[in-house]
């Protein structure tokens, strides 16, 4: 690419260094001109030495380690921005893997949509994992609903999303005050302010979650209490709920009837331990009248 803009991978982590590292190879395997890409590390707060993960890639990579107290992803990547110098912005989270060519393609689908949200695609990397299966099944399945129309998609994950620098600090970046569910906060922030999101499908990284039932469990009660705060944004800036989405529910009970038909019941009760999830993370948030606190 010619004209590759200069690009910044902003990466939040967290107590994670065996994950960030196996992260920070893939970004270093890019096949993106090196004079073009900065590698921003934002270390949330936690307890665990990050420097020999970065300090790998010193001397080959435009790479820094940004730290802050513990405040959570959305207030990490905000951190990473502020330190960026590229004009695009491109959000991964520590546990994903980009293929060689992901920048290559963020960077073509910006250049065909200046002002653009673009976001990537995310595949699961642990299919052998149900918990896992089942949490980036219930992202796809968001996907299908909040991207119905091609045209004009609604919603993409802040683990694999870029956009402008300059059009991410006008709007304010991420909320702070959100531990989960920024993003989806983020896009619809976006979209009010006139802006487009774009879906860049050969923008592909690989997400590598190892879930176990408990933390499967706190992570859909997080979401449900991000749900609530996402409402809660909404109706403060006059926008009102967003209602019964019907049509998302419908994807999900053909989803659990095609699991039915494979016999996959662990899928099917995975899908319902969701929903009851998200009910007491949604319930726990409005009678509290609390932002989500916690990481899940």
Same mark, same amino acid.
């Given at each position: 690419?010619?004209?590759?803009?200069?690009?910044?991978?902003?990466?939040?982590?967290?107590?994670?260094?065996?994950?960030?590292?196996?992260?920070?190879?893939?970004?270093? /395997?890019?096949?993106?001109?090196?004079?073009?890409? *900065?590698?921003?590390?934002?270390?949330? %707060? %936690?307890?665990?030495? !990050?420097?020999?993960?970065?300090?790998?890639?010193?001397?080959?990579?435009?790479?820094?380690?940004?730290?802050?107290?513990?405040?959570?992803?959305?207030? @990490?990547?905000?951190?990473?921005?502020?330190?960026?110098?590229? &004009?695009?912005?491109?959000?991964?989270?520590?546990?994903? !893997?980009?293929?060689?060519?992901?920048?290559?393609?963020?960077?073509?689908?910006?250049?065909?949509?200046?002002?653009?949200?673009?976001?990537?695609?995310?595949?699961?990397? !642990?299919?052998?994992?149900?918990?896992?299966?089942?949490?980036? *099944?219930?992202?796809?399945?968001?996907?299908?609903?909040?991207?119905?129309?091609?045209?004009?998609?609604?919603?993409?994950?802040?683990?694999?999303?870029?956009?402008?620098?300059?059009?991410?600090? @006008?709007?304010? =970046?991420?909320?702070?005050?959100?531990?989960?569910?920024?993003?989806?906060?983020?896009?619809?922030?976006?979209? *009010?302010?006139?802006?487009?999101?774009?879906?860049?499908?050969?923008?592909?990284?690989?997400?590598?979650?190892?879930?176990?039932?408990?933390? &499967?469990?706190?992570?859909?009660?997080?979401?449900?209490? %991000?749900?609530? @705060?996402?409402?809660?944004? /909404?109706?403060?800036?006059?926008?009102? !709920?967003?209602?019964?989405?019907?049509?998302?529910?419908?994807?999900?009970?053909?989803?659990?009837? *095609?699991?039915?038909?494979?016999?996959?019941?662990?899928?099917?009760?995975?899908? =319902?331990?969701?929903?009851?999830?998200?009910?007491?993370? &949604?319930?726990?948030?409005?009678?509290? =009248?609390?932002?989500?606190?916690?990481?899940?």
């Amino acid at each position: 690419m010619s004209l590759a803009p200069t690009l910044s991978v902003v990466i939040p982590t967290r107590d994670r260094p065996g994950q960030l590292g196996e992260c920070l190879a893939a970004v270093a /395997r890019l096949d993106y001109p090196r004079s073009r890409l *900065e590698i921003v590390v934002v270390d949330d %707060g %936690g307890s665990s030495a !990050l420097e020999p993960v970065v300090d790998r890639y010193c001397d080959t990579h435009d790479i820094s380690l940004v730290r802050q107290r513990h405040a959570g992803p959305a207030a @990490a990547r905000n951190a990473g921005a502020v330190h960026a110098d590229g &004009f695009l912005l491109a959000f991964i989270d520590d546990d994903v !893997l980009v293929d060689p060519d992901w920048a290559t393609a963020i960077a073509r689908k910006a250049l065909t949509h200046p002002g653009a949200v673009i976001g990537g695609r995310t595949i699961n990397s !642990l299919p052998e994992n149900p918990y896992a299966s089942a949490s980036e *099944e219930i992202i796809a399945l968001a996907y299908r609903h909040y991207n119905s129309d091609p045209r004009a998609p609604r919603f993409f994950a802040a683990r694999n999303l870029a956009l402008p620098a300059p059009d991410f600090a @006008a709007i304010g =970046g991420f909320d702070p005050g959100f531990r989960t569910s920024e993003d989806r906060e983020f896009c619809d922030r976006w979209r *009010e302010s006139g802006r487009e999101l774009v879906y860049a499908p050969t923008a592909v990284a690989r997400h590598a979650n190892p879930l176990t039932l408990k933390s &499967f469990w706190r992570q859909h009660v997080s979401y449900g209490r %991000g749900a609530f @705060a996402y409402h809660r944004v /909404r109706s403060r800036r006059g926008q009102g !709920l967003t209602g019964f989405e019907g049509s998302f529910y419908g994807l999900v009970a053909r989803d659990a009837a *095609e699991s039915l038909r494979r016999r996959d019941l662990r899928h099917v009760g995975l899908l =319902g331990l969701w929903q009851l999830a998200n009910v007491a993370g &949604f319930s726990a948030a409005a009678l509290g =009248g609390l932002l989500p606190s916690r990481d899940p």
